[in-house]
């Protein structure tokens, strides 16, 4: 029994937002400073009141009708986010009601940048249980909502979006290998480190980030989990049609493919068009690699996340 990806679909609020949007909006920044050392060129912002429920919504909504399949057959619903609507429900159960579904097992997942990964690879363990048949798996994310736009060193590279897929169970082969890791000794390289305590914020709503820090770690255990999920396949890293790393930075994404020997031309970029969107990067681009027709069935691709905790993981499947 395997699971197996029936349909992929995303969604990105509004229009893009370049980096010369965000220098008229009054940040002290430059497109050659965002672009030389992230690859980064535009974003996606919601409007102020925008949730990540409904950027979850639409994203379901297409991978839902791309699978031909109604929100009232799914028996499993995970939203990895870091952004959450509110504290509680969960994001997971405001987006279970919006789709009208009743009655599926519906929760979040939080592990920042890797959270798709996570949440994509505890599915897969629900339906290889035999326990549940058909699973929505959403990363959705309003990041700007935690930016601090004073802060030029980290605001140019976060957007909003989403990313979902449908996963069935199925005797074809579907996801072959996952690798899940975290190392809470790093959970200060990258953190929203505040907290809501009697109507008040305690400590900092803000993301902050030792930038340097965080570039290394994702390099070495990006390329790492890769080839602990193809040793776990009994699959060779040259096998893999199409890699899918977490969308943060070009740089990251290039060290990452160098170190595992892999042509870029067999690397999914889509960061330059909406900046690290967290928990939606991986579905975004996998979203886009589908419908474009790069990624075809019978296909070798192997999805990778890495962000705060630090955690981080992989996902090998065959499309
Ligand atoms: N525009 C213009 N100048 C800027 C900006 C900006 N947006 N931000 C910082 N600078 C300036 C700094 O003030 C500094 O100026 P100074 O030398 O006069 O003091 C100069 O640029 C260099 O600053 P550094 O912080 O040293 O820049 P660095 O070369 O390290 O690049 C960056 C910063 C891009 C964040 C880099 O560290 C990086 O790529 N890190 C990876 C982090 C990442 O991708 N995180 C994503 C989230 S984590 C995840 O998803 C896994």
Known sequence: MFARIIGVGSFLPGSAVTNHDLMLRGVDTNDEWIVTRTGIKARHLVEPAGTTSELA??????????????????????????TPD??????????QGKLGNHGATTFDVQAVCSGFIYAL???????????????????????????????RATCVLFGDGAGAV??????????????????????????V???????????????????KAVFKFAVRVLAEVAYECCAAAGVEPNEIDWLIPHQANIRIIEATAKKMGLSM????????QHGNTSAASVPLALDAAVRDGRIKPGQKVMLEGVGGGFTWGAVLLEF
């Open 57 to 82: 919504l639409e994203a379901s909504r297409r991978a839902l009708t791309a699978a031909g399949l109604n929100a009232s057959e799914l028996d499993l619903i995970i939203v990895a986010t870091s």
């Open 86 to 95: 509110f504290i509680f429900p969960s994001t997971a159960c405001l987006l």
């Open 265 to 272: 031309d067999k690397v999914i970029v889509t960061v330059d």
């Open 166 to 191: 449908v996963l069935e169970a199925s005797d074809k082969p579907g996801i072959l290998a996952s690798a899940l890791h975290a190392d809470g000794a790093h959970h200060n390289i990258l953190s």
């Open 193 to 211: 480190p505040g907290n809501v305590c009697s109507g008040q914020v305690i400590g900092d709503p803000f993301l902050r980030m030792d930038g």
């Open 121 to 151: 690879t505890i599915a897969e363990k629900f339906i290889r249980s035999g326990s549940h048949k058909k699973a929505l798996v959403v990363g959705a994310e309003v990041f700007s909502r935690i930016l601090d736009w004073q802060d």
